[in-house]
């Protein structure tokens, strides 16, 4: 998995620090938003797991703190359970411009509840999955008892809750006390998953009963067991991101472009790149790639750059070539490294080219061999580096034939 660290403009102006979980191979299939249980935050163990889990199928997730906590900006104090809710709508508005529209939303705890009464407002999310949430967010006042006539009476107070400070408004008690997710599922129109623990001491599981009674059709559940709220054990938290992932994957969409059909006039290479940024989706065979540019010169940096993909392919076959020679021999070649760099160097500091104006290209090439290999089998794998034949195309003529083809041909 790949992480990347962003920000973006929550519901009351204040930059929301976030996270994009991405698969480590190849473009995401979907997107995902999570949103965090009361007073956590994005770091927590458990949601990075299940970003993890996520991300091994192929869904990518944001992340993010909540106004007021974690690394987000602005006053805790300022935030109420509905601006929590605006929050996550400013988040699927920055993925939808950024990267992809949201078609999933998982949410835990209180965070569940949020995801729950943000749906309406995210038009392409398909699918809401929340863990441990609450039936009435008002249950999060029961934490708040010792301070709730301080609150009341001041208008604002300090709790500490998991051994940290917060400051709670009498706007965030009131806004719970409205606020039902009871009726807000009735009308979802999403398909449903609810995850929830039979021991879980902080939001019981009648919880969970209440809500799957109130959700139509399609609508799921499943017991985590062993689990505590905060699905501190890692392989709880795993466990249910592969269940998401799995379930997720009967009503959200894969994000490969029409453009991207491989014809069946031979063609083995397919690549399309829309209409804002450098980013770019290849199909090789069966095989899903992006390639992208560095930030620095208006990309994203979501995957190698052009140059990168070529210089990969000439290691790729130099690696392989010498696979293949090292068994034809019976040689104990144990493995090969080969490490590559690209650049562009003026062609007067080039001894042994033909160009003598300009720039050429230049493609440092450093060979690793692993394994009891005597010096003549190293000399010799060294010199068949130079035979594979990704090196013999760079260095052959090559033509390259161009023809537009109109969109109702395709």
Known sequence: MKTTRIKFEGALGTALSG????????????WALFAH??????????????????AARGIATLRFDFTGLGQSEGGFEDTTFTTNADDLVAAAQWLSKNRSAPQLLVGHSLGGAAVLHAASRIPSARAVATIGAPCDPHHVANLLESSREEIERDGVATVTLA?????????????LAYRSPKAIVRRL???????HA?????????????????????????????????LSQARDAQYAGDVIAAWAGRYVDAQTPEQLRIDADGHQVAVHTGAKGFRTEIVVGGHRLVADEPV????TDAGPTPYDLVVAGLGAC????????????????AGATIRLSHQKIHATDCTDCETDAGRVDEIQREVTLHGDLDDDQRARLLAIADKCPVH????????VRTELVDKDNE
């Not at 013999?392 to 033509?399: A, F």
Request: aromatic fraction near 6%; proline fraction near 6%; charge should be positive.
């Open 163 to 175: 051994g940290r400070p917060f400051r709670i408004s009498k706007a965030f008690l009131d806004d």
């Open 37 to 54: 249980c009361f007073t956590c935050g994005k770091d927590l163990h458990a949601i990075r797991h299940i970003t993890r889990a996520l």
């Open 19 to 30: 996270r994009l979980d991405t698969p480590a191979v190849g473009p995401p299939s979907a």
């Open 392 to 399: 013999r195309t760079l260095h052959g003529e090559i033509k």
């Open 318 to 333: 130099t690696s392989m070539t010498l696979r293949m020679y090292a068994d034809r021999k019976e040689w104990p070649l």
């Open 296 to 299: 620095s010169v208006g990309g």
């Open 198 to 230: 039979p021991s879980d001491e902080t939001v019981g599981i009648e919880n969970a009963k209440q809500l799957y009674e109130a959700a139509r059709h399609p609508k799921s559940f499943l017991s985590l067991d062993s689990a505590d709220h905060l």
């Open 189 to 195: 129109g999403r398909a449903l998953l609810i995850l």
